[in-house]
Structure formats: structure tokens, C-alpha cells
């Protein structure tokens, strides 16, 4: 069970000392699309969050990564002005390796963040790259995937019990 468990946890997006990240030699960071910077489902596209990555651009290779279709990630990459990678079959390794590869870092200069654990976190973590949970945006989902929340809500249960990863208790 400890590949779900994040290095990171935090409310959002908007919470993450990105400071740390830089000290710690993170160089890339994956951010997850659905429900991470936008909710499920919508194109929302939203200044405050440009005005993130609009910053964080300065220091960090900025990669949407989501397992979407390019259709719905598109806009995203133009409106924020950042490179996107789709159709990522997280949690599986291949994607992970081709950024590492094209964009030529290591796997420590790298961040996955998303919501997730069995996507974004698993994948992260089977990469051995710093994984960063934030909280779902929204309870609405895409429909594919309802059993993956069904499953992480087990997961979490399972955690609670054992103090381990608590939703609400946030840690660098």
C-alpha cells in the first residue's frame, strides 16, 4: 500500500510551496489536468491560474499530463502557454519516461501532481519521481472514473485506520 502514498499533500494547487520544490532540484512539474487545474468536464479556463504557471513557468518546465484526449487538453496548453502531454495511461510508466527522455531530466528533477492515487501518485511513485497529492477541485468526475474513486475511498479508509494519509491533513 505504500506505493499510493504521496511525498506531498496538500488543499490545491495554490498550496504547494513550489519554493521547497525548486530547493530540492525539481526542475519539471506534471501537473494532472482533470480536477487538478480545472474541474472534471469543464474547460475552464482560469486567470488565477495562469497567474500560477504564468510564475512558476520562471523556474520550472511546466507539462500538462493527463490521461485526456487531445481534443479537451488543447486548449489548456494554448490559453496557459505550456507544453501538454495526453493519453497518458497513468499510471503505467511509458509517458513518464518519454518526457524524461524528451525533455531530458532526471527522475528527481521531476514533480507529478495531481489528484489522484490511483493514477497520478501510483504512476509517480512506480516512476520513483516526487508525487504531490492535492484535492479533487470538484466531486464531479469523469464517468471513467468513478471506480478508481470507489477504490481510493477503500484506500484512504484503509489509511485512516492505520494514521497514515488522512484526507484534510496536509504536509509537505
Do not use: H
Request: aromatic fraction near 12%; include cysteine; charged fraction near 35%.
Amino acid at each position: 500500500m505504500k506505493i499510493f502514498i504521496p511525498d506531498i499533500y496538500q488543499k490545491s494547487i495554490f498550496t504547494i510551496n513550489y519554493d521547497k520544490l525548486k530547493k530540492k532540484g525539481i526542475k519539471c512539474l506534471l501537473f494532472d489536468l482533470d480536477n487538478t487545474i480545472s474541474p472534471a468536464k469543464e474547460v475552464v479556463l482560469c486567470k488565477k491560474t495562469k497567474k500560477l504557471l504564468d510564475k512558476l513557468k520562471k523556474d520550472f518546465k511546466i507539462i500538462i499530463f493527463s490521461n485526456n484526449f487531445p481534443k479537451r487538453i488543447a486548449k489548456f496548453g494554448i490559453y496557459y502557454g505550456v507544453d501538454v502531454s495526453c493519453v497518458c495511461l497513468k499510471p503505467f510508466k511509458y509517458k513518464y519516461k518519454y518526457i524524461l527522455k524528451k525533455y531530458n531530466f532526471k527522475k528527481d528533477e521531476v514533480a507529478a501532481i495531481g489528484d489522484q492515487l490511483l493514477t497520478d501518485i501510483l504512476g509517480g511513485n512506480k516512476m520513483k519521481i516526487l508525487t504531490i497529492l492535492v484535492d479533487p477541485m470538484t466531486l464531479i468526475d469523469e464517468k471513467e472514473t468513478f471506480l478508481n474513486r470507489q477504490i481510493e475511498k477503500a484506500i484512504f479508509k484503509n489509511f485512516k485506520k492505520k494514521d497514515i494519509l488522512v484526507k484534510g491533513r496536509y504536509y509537505e
